[in-house]
C-alpha cells in the first residue's frame, strides 16, 4: 500500500530552505534502512513536507508516522 503523509511545520512557518530539505532526504533514507518503510518520493515545500511511502501490511499507518515524524524532528 501507499500513503501520502503531510507534515506541516508548527505555526506554518517557512523553514524549509534546500538545507533543511537536504537534511531530511538524508534522515529518510537512514530510516528506510532500518524500519520496513520504502519512500517512494521526498518533496518539502517550506512551510510542510510531503512523505509518499510504502511498508509492510502489517505496519499500521500510525506507527509509520509516528517513526518518520520523532525521527526527522530530532534531525
Known amino acids: 500500500m501507499l500513503y501520502h503523509i503531510v507534515c506541516p511545520i508548527k505555526y506554518r512557518r517557512k523553514v524549509l ?22 519512500f517512494v518520493e521526498i518533496g518539502a515545500d517550506e512551510d510542510h513536507a510531503h512523505f509518499l511511502t510504502q511498508s509492510v501490511p502489517m505496519m499500521l499507518p500510525k506507527t509509520m508516522v509516528q517513526i518518520i515524524k520523532s525521527i526527522t524532528a530530532r534531525h
Open 17 to 38: 530552505s534546500e538545507g533543511v530539505e537536504k537534511t531530511l532526504t538524508e534522515t529518510c533514507i537512514e530510516i528506510s534502512k532500518r524500519y520496513e518503510i520504502h
